[in-house]
């Protein structure tokens, strides 16, 4: 019959972020998870070149891809519902775990080992660099919102701006200082700059 491993994660592209939120541009999960590699891997570069680190970039970079792929099975919560209390947040740990694992169950025996580790989160340093990765691809979402007229994003603007600085990571300030001031220009003003 085959596996549906790869089917299923096509899907990212049908589950839309946000949902609690009125948006001016829609955003899929698949979009979010690739801007969230592009930034992942930026982050990991940084810790690598400008602070003596030598985190392997490569799994950064895959950790980066498959971190919100239990999504594809229980959609996306929205984070004041995810992390309204401790008990809710570990309930909904328990669904992503099994929705990890139901994914797995989806590849052939010999490729799941190659997985189990892009979807199971272990909190270190690789995995700190793709939680800053997400919250940064968080931070741009509010930002292009705000640039669009939204206001209905300004709080998880500055919630999510302090949240990412409470990471007391240098890297993170390294991208907030460089970086994200020019998401706020036009394509014009951005050429500019080079």
């Known amino acids: 019959m085959g596996h549906s491993f790869f089917a299923m994660l096509s899907r990212m592209k ?15 999960l698949s979009e979010h998870s690739l801007e969230t590699a592009y930034l992942a891997h930026a982050l990991a570069e940084m810790h690598n070149r400008r602070f003596g680190g030598s985190v392997d970039v490569g799994k950064v970079v895959l950790l980066a891809m498959y971190h919100d792929a239990p999504e594809i099975l229980t ?30 169950s989806t590849l052939p025996d010999d490729l799941r080992p190659a997985y189990e580790p892009l979807l199971a989160e272990d909190g270190g340093l690789e995995h700190r660099l793709v939680k800053a990765a997400d919250k940064l691809s968080a931070l741009i979402k509010c930002i292009e919102e705000r640039k ?18 409470a990471m007391d990571m240098p890297e993170v300030q390294c991208f907030l200082d460089e970086f994200i001031p020019t998401y706020t220009l036009t394509l014009d003003e951005s050429f500019q700059l080079s």
Do not use: H
């Open 14 to 28: 049908y589950i839309s972020r946000w949902a609690l939120m009125r948006n001016t541009s829609g955003e899929t």
């Open 148 to 165: 669009a007229g939204n206001k209905e994003f300004a709080t998880a603007e500055q919630t999510t701006l302090d949240s990412l600085r």
């Open 75 to 104: 959609g996306d919560m929205p984070t004041p519902v995810k992390y309204f209390n401790a008990t809710l947040r570990a309930a909904y740990g328990d669904v992503e775990r099994a929705a990890s694992e139901r994914l797995l």
